[in-house]
């Protein structure tokens, strides 16, 4: 067999379960209003929820570094690609979540796999929800450290392994928000329980960043909780940012570790300095524009009741990501395919991204929608989870 014939059965098993992917092609810039595979849609799945990855100042900020600084950083951090403006990025993010030091990174698969390989290893132990990310799980995995997963958002459950452990070092790890349900880690159990079992708490805050705290620096903000009590917090720049890379910030020492022996932050060429400047302007954004987060704050409140008179099953989440599960994959499929022919774009999210038979309409809001496209899409989600149902049930 050659190797077409070696891989073609997977993909044929893939499409047969409901499960291939295929990509879209957005031809326009990530906002409410995009044109896919030339048509124009109503979207609700970007995870740019404070629309600020077409604002003008991001771009604007984006050209002047360019005409500054070029385009290719030309070499890792370590070499010579460590410009100014990352640095200067690295300052401003340090500030806005009241950490001695951050530290950047490409993106933020590679913080997560760079963090966690560099902090454990064989002979300890890590904890990590069942919920977690891929790119914490893969971490994880890789670090050659004893990995257990434990019971989304129970600490008991935590308690309960962290028992049975005589590992040299514990490291926790959780979503700050979870990336496909919405709802929050109970950091401040997980904090206590971190410092009473000795173990290193580190909160991946991918979809918290930019959204929650009051302005805006994330779940340890919205918690309260300082570097003694989260150690390890991580944030990407490619979401609420509206931008791209990540950031791991913590202790002075923290950062000097991984810049010492996080392999994904030392052998990757350094991003853009254009893309740091215009995080740059964005975090100012963020930092200034408290509305984004107010409006969001109403769209979400909006839909959630309009969503439960319509005897919607909603998520746990205050979040900008309001899931609805499905539950069967082809369901979720052609829920998706029917909300598109009526104008809307909802991806519809399957295994192994989330568990099997809790394939789901991942809906995202963001500040850039108004109040009446959210009366849009609850108008349509009626018509044709309805119209399924009749369909599903004739079967
Ligand atoms: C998107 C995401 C990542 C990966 O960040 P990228 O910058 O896109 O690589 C990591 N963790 C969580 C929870 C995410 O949602």
Known sequence: MNIDQTLAPALAERRSAHLYRARKLLQSPQTPQVIVDGKPYLAFCSNDYLGLANHPDVISALQASAQTFGVGSGASHLVAGHSSEHHALEEELAAFTGRERALL???GYMANVGAITALVGQGDAIFEDRLNHASLLDAGLLSGARFQRFLHNDVDNLQNRLDKTDAARKLIVVDGVFSMDGDCAPLPELAALAQKNNA?????DAHGFGCLGKTGAGSAEHFGLTQEQLPILMGTLGKAAGSFGAFIAGSEILIETLIQFARPYIYTTAMPPAVAAATRASLRIIQHEHWRREHLAQLIAHFRKGAAALGLQLMDSFSPIQPIVIGDEAKALLISQKLAE??????????????????RLRITFSAQHAI??????????????DAVGREVAHD
């Open 200 to 204: 290193w708490l580190m909160v991946d």
């Open 342 to 359: 009526r104008g809307i774009l909802i991806v519809a999210i399957r295994p192994p991204t989330v568990p099997v038979g809790s394939s």
């Open 105 to 107: 990174f490409s993106t």
């Open 372 to 385: 009446e496209q959210v009366d849009q899409l609850l108008a349509v989600l009626a018509d044709v989870i």
